[in-house]
């Protein structure tokens, strides 16, 4: 079945560029479904922050829309999520999940990574 | 943004309880509602969606119902590895939001 695994650091500085990527396995990523970051904070709960398709499309959440950019690699079967000027806020777990089909909820995920703002 | 707000925050119950969780849309969404399981430490994991269809692999004892701006997650015999906080999650309109959580612990 498909997998997701996350990876990228887990301490990125105030004001710098949180950078993920988001590996695939088990299935294509070039298929009919989108593909999600949600993050997780103790502050926020849980907090949808965008998703791409395979053709390059993307949606993004208002909110965050002017310092995120998701990207995808369909030849690394891989997704990647940029979080420019980050501050302590953006400290959460990020995860990486599939959206099914024609709906707009989540299955499966990532096991999650943690990203701490610090300096 | 659709607001989604869970009650109880919190609900402890013995094994064996009946347990129900409510969510509530700040809008009307139809039947675009799906809920989620998250243990300790681990990712959400897919339980019911379209506010009634158990996922593959869900135990029967999981249930959902609803439409338009109030639903249910019902557990109906609660058992130890129930164990989790549970969220719901509108899926008709962007931005995609979440409820708060509902945390069950057993007594």
């Known amino acids: 079945q498909v997998q997701l695994l996350e990876s990228g650091p887990g301490l990125v500085k105030p004001a710098g560029t949180l950078s993920l990527t988001c590996a695939v396995s088990?299935?294509?990523?070039?298929?009919?479904?989108?593909w999600s970051w949600v993050r997780q904070s103790p502050g926020k709960g849980l907090e949808w922050i965008g998703e791409i398709n395979h053709s390059g499309s993307t949606s993004y959440n208002p909110s965050l829309k002017s310092r995120v950019t998701i990207s995808i690699d369909n030849s690394k079967n891989q997704f990647s999520l940029r979080l420019s000027s980050v501050s302590a806020a953006d400290t959460a777990i990020y995860y990486c999940?599939?959206?099914?089909?024609?709906?707009?909820?989540?299955?499966?995920w990532g096991q999650g990574t943690l990203v701490t703002v610090s300096s | 943004d659709i607001q989604m707000t869970q009650s109880p925050s919190s609900v402890s119950a013995s094994i064996g309880d009946r347990v129900t969780i409510t969510c509530r849309a700040s809008?009307?969404?139809?039947?675009?509602l799906a809920w989620y399981q998250q243990k300790p430490g681990k990712a959400p994991k897919l339980l019911i969606y379209a506010a009634s269809s158990l996922q593959s692999g869900v135990p029967s004892r999981f249930s959902g119902s609803g439409s338009g701006t109030n639903f249910s997650l019902t557990i109906s015999s609660l058992q130890a590895e129930d164990l989790a906080t549970y969220y719901c999650q509108q899926a008709n309109n962007f931005p995609l939001t979440f409820g708060q959580g509902t945390k069950v612990e057993i007594k």
């Open positions: 999940a599939r959206k099914v089909v024609v709906a707009n909820w989540f299955d499966p």
């Open positions: 088990g299935g294509s990523i070039s298929g009919g479904n989108w």
């Open positions: 809008q009307g969404i139809s039947s675009w």
